[in-house]
């Protein structure tokens, strides 16, 4: 089964950018679709970016849309968040998922990576 790592979190100002990543080990990574998600304590987790296992994106959320930019490398066992114009509202602890199928649900999961962003 894969593992996942989260990193590339941290304190930025409204309007600055940061990249996460999200390094597996294990499994297959290149059979699986990765997503990201976060969550504000106290609230519900949030879908934000997903890719499938020949890197094409689905969907964003309209919260992100425009803004935020999912990609891999299947080479170098990696998927990457782009987020621009960050905004305080995009602060929450990101996580990455790991599923077979995008709708068979994510079983695989890291830690978390903070992101915060001040006004």
């Known amino acids: 089964q894969v593992q996942l790592v989260e990193s590339g979190g941290g304190l930025v100002q409204a309007g600055g950018s940061l990249r996460l990543s999200c390094a597996a080990s294990g499994g297959t990574f290149s059979s699986y679709v990765v997503a990201w998600f976060r969550r504000v304590p106290g609230k519900e987790r949030e879908f934000v970016a997903a890719i499938t296992q020949s890197s094409v994106s689905l969907s964003y959320p309209t919260s992100v849309k425009g803004r935020f930019t999912i990609f891999r490398d299947n080479a170098k066992k990696t998927v990457w968040l782009q987020m621009n114009n960050l905004k305080p509202e995009d602060t929450a602890i990101y996580y990455c998922?790991?599923?077979?199928?995008?709708?068979?649900?994510?079983?695989?999961w890291g830690q978390g990576t903070q992101v915060t962003v001040s006004s």
């Open positions: 998922a790991a599923a077979f199928t995008s709708t068979s649900g994510y079983n695989y």
